[in-house]
C-alpha cells in the first residue's frame, strides 16, 4: 500500500472519530438542556406556590402584590386598529 492511500485511510478514520465525538457532545448538550429546563420549572413552580402561600397568609390579592390589574394584560378583541383615533374624531367635532 502506497504512503498517499496510508494517509488518507488515517484520515477518514479521524473524521469518523471527530463525527461521532461532535455528536455524542451534541447529545450531551441536548440532555443538559432539557435537564435545566425541566428544573428550572420546577423552581418556578416551587415560587408560585410560594407567592400563593404569602398572599394567602396576608390575604392580598394580585393587584396588591404586582401592582397591576389582573385585567390589564387583556386587549379588547373587538377593537379595530384606529379604533381610537375613529373617536377622537367623532368627539372632536361636537
Known sequence: ???VQTLKE???????????AVKAAEAK???LDEQIA????T???HGKIEIQKVMEKYHLTPELVFGV???AGKKN????PGYLAE???FYGKR
Open 1 to 3: 500500500m502506497s504512503n
Open 10 to 20: 488515517q484520515k477518514a478514520a479521524l473524521e469518523m472519530e471527530i463525527a461521532l
Open 29 to 31: 448538550k441536548k440532555a
Open 38 to 41: 425541566r428544573e428550572r420549572a
Open 43 to 45: 423552581e418556578i413552580e
Open 69 to 71: 390589574s389582573a385585567m
Open 77 to 80: 378583541a373587538d377593537a379595530k
Open 87 to 89: 373617536i377622537r374624531q
